[in-house]
């Protein structure tokens, strides 16, 4: 008999190892189990003592539902040799052969690469932040000048809740990196919204009024988002199968 129950580092769902992230709440009630589709883990909240063995027993007790929800995930698409990724509106294949050079080439719908296997999954990933880099910086510009507006920084990182931010005093824009994955017209949606926060720092009727007299295909974007946001989380995720 174990003395002391302990959380394991990731739980087994209909055939994926997902990791489990416990957070502890000093406020918390009870126990929550919430499956994330987008970092494709289980969040689990915790009173601030105790509660590992109800949580383990919690977990068993909702596995048919875990693995409903589960199965409604999009499927994690790696970097690998073969892989298709969305790219700026359309399809790009990862076609991986060691004798080429190193370094990724755009080629029609195919994205070139060489060298070793083991970095082609680093090698791609910085050659959408590169792109990504390429698409989004001199796009904020444009759009800033068009408002009298300059950005002093433009940041890319991978958030998981938002597609951009903008802190207006400071003059600075940071994107997901992922906005490279969308069609040109979504991620300029999504230019134009940060940007119009260097004009209204909130959610208010002006900033609205703002962003539609700038993009007339700004709810039309926001569908989109809704509809495939989920999925573009999925590209560059590793399988975590077993
Ligand atoms: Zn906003």
Request: contains cysteine.
């Amino acid at each position: 008999m174990r003395l002391f129950a302990r959380l394991p580092d990731s739980v087994e769902v209909g055939g994926r190892q997902l990791p489990l992230v416990a957070t502890r709440y000093r406020a918390a009630r009870g126990i929550r189990l919430k499956p994330c589709a987008i970092t494709s883990s289980l969040k689990l909240s915790l009173p601030a003592r105790g509660g590992v063995r109800e949580a383990l027993d919690l977990i068993e007790r909702h596995r048919g539902w875990l693995e409903a929800q589960v199965a409604r995930w999009p499927a994690p698409l790696p970097f690998a040799p073969g892989a298709e990724i969305p790219f700026d509106g359309r399809t790009l294949l990862i076609d991986w052969d060691a004798a080429r050079p190193l370094r990724p080439v755009l080629d029609g719908d195919r994205l070139r690469l060489g060298g070793p296997l083991v970095g082609v999954r680093d090698r791609t990933r910085r050659f959408l932040l590169a792109q990504a880099r390429a698409a989004l910086v001199p796009a904020t510009q444009e759009e800033a000048a068009k408002l009298d507006r300059k950005v002093a920084r433009i940041a890319l990182n991978d958030p998981v809740g938002r597609w951009g931010s903008c802190n207006q005093r400071q003059g600075s824009i940071n994107y997901s990196w992922r906005l490279i994955l969308m069609p040109a017209w979504v991620r300029r949606a999504i230019v134009v919204h940060e940007v119009a926060h260097l004009v209204h720092a909130n959610h208010g009727p002006d900033f609205w009024r703002l962003v539609a007299e700038m993009d007339g295909r700004a709810g039309e974007s926001r569908r989109w988002l809704a509809r495939f946001g989920r999925e573009m989380h999925a590209v560059g995720a590793e399988t975590g199968r077993i």
